[in-house]
């Protein structure tokens, strides 16, 4: 059973567009993430989420929104998408906010033309 | 948030130990150290962490200074497939929402 799951894997998109990406995992975790990871390969915190409420916010533009529904759920919806987006978005979660232990997915890469 | 300092890239023959250090000169009291990795391809996954004391794991073996300025993941037998990027990370006890703050990490690249 995957612990965190990710979809899509791959999105290719055009310029202006807008998107979701969405996050699960079955690990009954309380904390969920969202990080960039860019092509130089650097990864960064974009958002937290604990029990649905978000604690992280690391100046990330407001076309993007994170929504969690549930707290099992963590989405990524971006507005007039461009082409400094394009990279691999990783969905993580972990059992409280601390120094657990964070368990990632297998990532999305969004490429935008 | 206190920084930790890798080399770039390291190499390592299969079957062997490997060492990856971590200098982290500026790390408080309360600070725990990380290590995640990066398999090609793949998310971040956890591999050990340490206050104080060494520590061992099924994965690896996590050897912190006395002073806790330095720090060193080792690898007891590398395998190809431990071949990723290593992440040497400090996070506060203090809570800070429990971000990772991922630096530029060590390249391994295991030749058989």
């Known amino acids: 059973d995957t612990a965190v799951s990710q979809t899509p894997k791959y999105l290719v998109t055009q310029m202006g567009n807008d998107k979701s990406i969405k996050c699960e995992q079955n690990?009954?975790?309380?904390?969920m993430y969202w990080y960039k990871q860019d092509s130089k390969k650097f990864l960064k915190i974009m958002f937290s989420y604990n029990n649905k409420e978000l604690i992280i916010n690391e100046t990330v533009p407001n076309r993007f929104s994170p929504k969690s529904p549930d707290k099992a759920h963590l989405n990524l919806h971006i507005n007039s998408l461009e082409l400094g987006d394009s990279a691999v978005y990783f969905c993580a979660s972990s059992l409280g906010t601390r120094t657990d232990t964070q368990y990632f997915g297998p990532g999305t890469r969004l490429t935008v033309l | 948030d206190a920084k930790t300092t890798q080399p770039n890239s390291m190499e390592s023959n299969e079957e062997e130990p490997v060492h990856l250090p971590c200098n982290h000169s500026?790390?408080?009291?309360?600070?725990?150290i990380h290590w995640y990795r990066q398999l090609p391809s793949q998310g971040p996954e956890y591999v050990i962490h340490?206050?104080?004391s060494n520590v061992n794991n099924r994965m690896a073996s996590l050897a912190i200074a006395e002073d806790r300025k330095s720090s060193t993941l080792i690898l007891h037998r590398a395998t190809l497939r431990d071949a990723a990027v290593y992440y040497c990370?400090?996070?506060?006890?203090?809570?800070?929402?429990?971000?990772?703050?991922f630096g530029q990490g060590t390249e391994l690249s295991v030749k058989p």
């Open positions: 340490g206050l104080t």
């Open positions: 990370i400090l996070r506060a006890r203090v809570d800070q929402g429990g971000k990772l703050i």
């Open positions: 500026t790390i408080s009291g309360t600070d725990y």
């Open positions: 690990l009954g975790h309380d904390t």
